[in-house]
């Protein structure tokens, strides 16, 4: 990463704040195009934002914004002894190592700063019946038995000696019959209706999958001079260009898609060695408020004087257990 601090691609002022800029929307748009073009000149059309324009020291806290072109790499799709197209750690990795930087964002620490760890969990059920189904259709297929399930649907056929039992199962396989036939006739209704009895569930929660994460941030910019207004219009622009979908040929077919990014909060030159690490993230939702008080008031050459700037991320990938015990994964981890 380059350094914060000295670089002059981010546009450093060390300085005294100079004066506004009154030379009104040309002068604006001019001086924007001139500062435009000799970043990306210097850069190699890799470009710089940051907000707001002023010397950082060993204790400055901010985020900070890589932006890298998507890239989804051709190997989860060869023939391996592994199945393809499993979500792993390594993903995020190999992303790391072929991205292709677009450019760099520096923002303050966003009015509210925290996270939200989940995974899905569902409720499921195995009631009598059905046990003793899949229980017949593993054995006839040859497969290994299913202890669990095999114990359940023995007690289950032993049960039907029971005078009240073989009540319910008539009644569950009329009801079934009936469904055969068209009708949308719910099992555990007739039972009811006709025992006051339902079929055990043996409900359980299971374990269903990982979730992805997601994460909203709001910004406060109040431009104080006519270069860091400059700063605030193009840094806008460059987000919204790089959450855009982009066409990547003349028929329009298909489409690409839009750039990733990667997210730090950072202290001084080093991660926060406090707060939380993110995944790579897609930005999903950006608002920008142009009255950010309520009021429109703007400089004389347009420019704004307080904006909001919202923006919302998601992360492309889960995360996993043994990800926290990645070496220099400090703080909270992820």
């Not at 009015?111 to 009598?128: H, K, R, T, Y």
């Not at 142009?290 to 004389?300: A, E, F, P």
């Amino acid at each position: 990463m380059a350094d914060l601090f000295t670089d002059a691609k981010f546009g450093v002022d060390t300085g005294q704040i100079p004066a506004l800029n009154l030379g009104g929307a040309n002068a604006l748009q001019t001086a924007a195009t001139n500062i435009a073009s000799n970043r990306q000149s210097k850069t190699g059309g890799v470009e710089y934002y940051r907000y707001p324009r002023q010397a950082m020291t060993e204790s400055t806290d901010y985020l900070y914004l890589k932006v890298v072109k998507f890239k989804q790499t051709l190997d989860q799709f060869k023939a391996t002894a592994t199945p393809p197209f499993l979500s792993t750690p390594s993903q995020s990795q190999a992303q790391s190592e072929n991205e292709e930087i677009v450019g760099h964002v520096i923002l303050p620490m966003p009015q509210s700063i925290a996270d939200a760890n989940s995974v899905e969990w569902g409720s499921s059920s195995l009631n009598p019946l059905e046990a003793a189904g899949l229980a017949t259709v593993n054995k006839t297929l040859g497969g290994k038995p299913i202890d669990a399930i095999t114990g359940l649907a023995k007690g289950s056929l032993d049960a039907i000696l029971d005078e009240k039992v073989r009540t319910n199962l008539q009644s569950a396989i009329a009801a079934s019959v009936v469904n055969f036939a068209g009708g949308n006739v719910n099992i555990r209704s007739i039972v009811a209706r006709t025992t006051g009895q339902v079929l055990n569930p043996n409900q359980e929660l299971l374990f269903d999958g990982p979730s992805l994460r997601s994460f909203s941030f709001v910004f406060d910019l109040a431009p104080r001079y006519s270069e860091e207004g400059l700063e605030i219009m193009k840094m806008i622009r460059f987000l919204k260009k790089s959450m855009a979908a982009k066409a990547n040929d003349k028929n329009g077919l298909f489409l690409q898609a839009p750039d990733l990014f990667k997210i730090k909060y950072m202290s001084g030159r080093n991660d926060h060695p406090f707060l939380n690490r993110f995944k790579v993230c897609a930005l999903t939702n950006m608002t920008v408020n142009y009255t950010g008080s309520n009021t429109y008031s703007t400089y004389d050459d347009g420019t704004p004087v307080h904006l909001q700037l919202g923006l919302n991320f998601n992360e492309i990938n889960p995360i996993y257990a043994q990800e926290y015990d990645e070496q220099g994964l400090n703080g909270v981890g992820y």
